[in-house]
């Protein structure tokens, strides 16, 4: 099982919209509609952005959204803000032949 | 409010056995259809799931730690606990507990600093 790809850093300015992308296979993203995404700021827990693929949590602005399309779910963040800048994971469910879920490698989101 | 609160010795022995347990508040463990969760995060590093618990005992783990790692809950306590045994500077890392709703995380503990060093 290995971990979800995602690039290392992306980066935009103020105002503009970046997306994020996460790759999996046919055995995770692919399979199910349940890719999660989370905001960690440097020295702080992670924080649930959205949820099975494009849901949003109460309280999160709808400045993020999410969508899938094949092995791959995205991330896309618009109207780019300071506050944005932090890393971003990804998380599928991978179904329950070994361990059911498993976690993007990171995305280190600059605001310029 | 859900909270979650991990303790335990922020350093550990190499070939020792890390512990660690994660308290919760504002909500019984045993309500609801959650599972409890252990992640870590080495310094620098990306997310890792460590194992997962619901409250009936069952447990999954990670096929990479599977033959070091025990998750156990005390719902008496409101509590669930992670033991790694063996442990090696690699297992230096962040630790958190978490909630699993469904399939994603809604709620974090902080994070505890846990340090493999003699």
């Known amino acids: 099982q290995s971990a979800l790809t995602q690039p290392a850093s992306v980066s935009g300015s103020p105002g503009q919209s970046i997306t994020i992308s996460c790759t999996g296979t046919s055995s995770d993203v692919g399979s199910y509609n349940l890719v999660s995404w989370y905001q960690q700021h440097p020295g702080k827990a992670p924080k649930l952005m959205i949820y099975e693929v494009s849901k949003r949590p109460s309280g999160v602005s709808n400045r993020f959204s999410g969508s899938k399309s094949g092995n791959t779910a995205s991330l896309t963040i618009s109207g780019l803000q300071a506050e944005d800048e932090a890393d971003y994971y990804c998380?599928?469910?991978?179904?329950?032949?070994?361990?059911?879920?498993?976690f993007g490698t990171g995305t280190k989101v600059t605001v310029l | 409010q859900v909270q979650l609160q991990e303790s335990g010795p922020g350093l550990v022995k190499p070939s020792q056995t890390l512990s660690l347990t994660c308290t919760v508040s504002?909500?019984?463990?045993?309500?609801?259809?959650?599972?409890w969760s252990w992640i870590r995060q080495p310094a620098g590093k990306g997310l890792e799931w460590i194992g997962r618990i619901y409250t009936s005992g069952s447990t999954n783990y990670n096929p990479s730690l599977k033959s070091r790692v025990t998750i156990s809950v005390d719902t008496s306590k409101n509590q669930f606990s992670l033991k790694l045994s063996s442990v090696t500077a690699a297992d230096t890392a962040v630790y958190y507990c978490a909630r699993v709703d469904d399939y994603s995380i809604d709620y974090w503990g902080q994070g505890t600093l846990v340090t493999v060093s003699s």
């Open positions: 504002g909500g019984s463990i045993s309500s609801g259809s959650y599972y």
């Open positions: 998380c599928s469910y991978a179904g329950s032949s070994t361990f059911p879920y498993v």
